[in-house]
């Protein structure tokens, strides 16, 4: 059983430029969750999606951030006009249908680098 | 609001030794669940444990164990005899369930060297 795949591992985008992660969740899982992490801190929640449901969204920057997930194919994570700031990993996070108190898996996450 | 402290930033031991790891959490809910994540040099979250809040019961997993105490708050997660392998950040996290959401929330995380 395939684990969350997120790619690419690695993007580097100068100031200006777009930049989309994408996110596989784990074979059975229906929930995604994005996180990011800044150098030296702890994670950040950012985004909870179910499949063409945005559930929670209270983490995500107002601006030039957005998520989707839909009915196929994988979760995207899009940030607009990418500055020096948005420099982080990204990680993203998967759970079975609600039911239960299910771990969230995480994937290797994305390394974002704005040049 | 949920909050989770680690108040220890780094710790360096040498292999063979016991090491602990603080974890302090705030929050309303009267159910909540806990959770201890490891992310080793190679970037990846590794999942360890997760804890209800209606579950006290200490837990063992082999050189691995973990204190929840409801009283003060804490979740300590205990190493002994530490390996060279275990140098990692290791996480503590806090999810509630008012709200509908399933967000988790991290501490900062404490980072463990383990020398030989």
């Known amino acids: 059983n395939a684990g969350v795949m997120q790619n690419p591992r690695h993007l580097v985008r100068r100031r200006g430029q777009e930049a989309r992660l994408r996110c596989s969740p784990m074979k059975g899982h229906s929930h995604v969750y994005w996180y990011r992490q800044l150098p030296e801190e702890g994670l950040k929640f950012m985004v909870y999606?179910?499949?063409?449901?945005?559930?929670?969204e209270s983490g995500m920057p107002k601006e030039r951030f957005s998520a989707e997930f839909p009915k196929e194919g994988p979760s995207i994570l899009r940030i607009q006009q990418v500055v020096r700031g948005d420099s982080a990993a990204y990680f993203c996070a998967s759970s079975p249908p609600s039911g239960g108190p299910g771990e969230q898996y995480f994937g290797p996450g994305t390394r974002l680098t704005v040049t | 609001a949920q909050k989770v402290t680690q108040a220890q930033t780094e710790i360096s031991v040498v292999e063979k030794e016991d090491v602990t790891l603080d974890c302090v959490y705030e929050?309303?809910?009267?159910?909540?669940?806990l959770f201890w994540y490891k992310q080793p040099p190679s970037g990846e979250l590794v999942f360890l444990i997760r804890?209800?809040?209606?579950?006290?019961q200490n837990e063992i997993s082999g050189r691995y164990s973990w204190n929840f105490q409801k009283s003060t708050s804490s979740f300590n997660f205990t190493i002994t005899a530490s390996q060279v392998v275990d140098s990692a950040v290791y996480f503590c996290?806090?999810?509630?369930?008012?709200?509908?959401?399933?967000?988790?929330?991290f501490g900062k995380g404490t980072k463990l060297t383990v020398n030989p």
């Open positions: 929050t309303r809910d009267t159910t909540y669940y």
């Open positions: 999606l179910q499949k063409e449901n945005i559930i929670d």
């Open positions: 804890r209800n809040s209606f579950d006290e």
């Open positions: 996290a806090l999810r509630g369930t008012q709200g509908g959401s399933e967000k988790l929330v």
